[in-house]
């Protein structure tokens, strides 16, 4: 007991840490508030500490102030901060998605930093759309006649289904009655939008004549959903796109189709099974096609709609559209991201989803053997590193049960446990994020950008060595 009271007397008064040079050499960048907070906080911490008679700390005011300063510093890092993705997952939804081209990045300084022609059309000095921007892009991309983007491919769903359905029924296939992570459902969404919905076939099975059937005057709309996040496999039937068209079409109904990741490019030639591309659900004639721009487009979060002048002009003057408005920012990503697919050979060496997608399992193997041996050179004896065989996923509930074959740096930390070391590494600057897989920490360099490197050697080495 009196070793405690000995303990709190020497503990130091809040103020006295303040003024300890290593909390003066902040004052000039951190907050006051900050500094004495963290003041705070490391004496109450302490004070608890010595009550439980876990105090080992030494409490000369140099050690305490210093506590405080590291405290105050964490306290400066922003919440939202960059992460390295040792994953391996090429669209973390909890990682941000796709990371940005630099001409994505150079498009958002330059227009962030001042004015811009957002609504104003620069010919005719008067109001202009914000739409404008990326329409003939998009357009061009995909063979639409007319386009419109709003903040995510959930509000484009929501959007469309209001604009071109409130009050009617929607026919949606029971095979394609999907939930998204973070609770997108598709019959929630129609009921958020006034939509009623109208399950037809089964769930391995729909034919045209389920459709057929269902059609009568409370019908608005017939609604295909890309199964993205899941397969279902064997003993299957759904109906091609074209004879939805063209059944709706022979009764005066639009046809939307929520295809999910929405790409623009023919991905089979990277060894990726078939997914159907927006040009080709156009071609086939769909009012209404929706993607996200943050899926395998590799752009900004945004919300893509392409499809007939007609039901695009809907959709665009509907109020929930001013709702759902996609912000300047992520329209300069945006535009600079489309533009990299006028030339697939630019989009695939510009944009950094595309050339995770398609770096080879050879090239992985060669940037982890390397990286290896830095890696070894770095940690000396505190780990045991190992290159393995370690496949890549896509992720983003795109192309659910493809892996891209590649290979890991395996480590196993000797002296911590491997859930410490994720811990520590999570908590890191900058944190890294990577999996662990029997009592060893993977990381695939597939996800790891080339300048994150050197970064990540240093966070292993404070994770491990300090
Ligand atoms: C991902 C996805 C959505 C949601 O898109 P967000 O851009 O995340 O809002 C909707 N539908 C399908 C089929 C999807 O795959």
Known sequence: MTDKNLLLRQLPAVDRILSAPAMQSLAATCPHVLLLEAAQETVADLRRAILDGGATTELTIDAVAEQAARRAENKQEPSLRPVINATGTLLHTNLGRAPLSAAALAAITAISRSYSNLE???????????????????????????????????????????????????????????????????????????????????????????????INEETGLLLKVHTSNYRIVGFTEEVPAAAMVELAHGHGLPVMEDLGSGMLMDLTPFGLPREPTVREAV??????????????????????????????????????????????????????????????????????????????????????????????????????????????????????????????????????????????LRQGKPPVVGRVQDNRLLLNLRTILPDEEPHLIDALRAALLY
């Open 120 to 214: 104003l059309d620069l010919t005719t000095g008067k109001r202009g759309h914000r739409f404008s921007h990326v329409e003939e892009l998009l357009c061009r991309l995909t063979g639409a006649e007319a386009a419109a983007v709003v903040n995510n491919n959930a509000g484009a769903v929501l959007l469309a289904l209001t604009a071109l359905a409130k009050g009617k029924e929607a026919i949606v296939s029971r095979g394609e009655m999907i939930e998204i992570g973070g609770a997108f459902r598709i019959p929630e969404v129609m009921e958020a939008g006034g939509v009623r919905l109208r399950e037809v076939g089964t769930t391995n099975k729909t034919h045209l004549k389920d459709y057929a059937g269902a």
């Open 283 to 424: 071609a086939a004639g769909i009012d209404v096609v929706t993607f996200s721009g943050d899926k395998l487009l590799g752009g900004p979060q945004a919300g893509i709609l392409v499809g007939t002048r007609a039901a695009i002009d809907k959709i665009r003057h509907h109020p929930l559209a001013r709702a759902l408005r996609i912000d300047k920012l992520t329209l300069a990503a945006l535009e600079a991201t489309l533009a990299s697919y006028l030339d697939e050979r630019r989009a695939l060496t510009e944009l950094p989803v595309l050339r995770m997608l398609n770096m080879s399992a050879a090239e992985v193997e060669e940037r982890s053997r390397a990286f290896a041996e830095k890696l070894g050179a770095a940690l000396g004896a505190a780990a045991e590193i190992a290159v393995i065989e370690e496949p890549s996923a896509i992720g983003g509930g795109a192309l659910p049960l493809t892996e891209l074959p590649g290979f890991a740096v395996a480590l196993t930390p000797q002296g911590v446990s491997v859930d410490l070391l994720a811990l520590r």
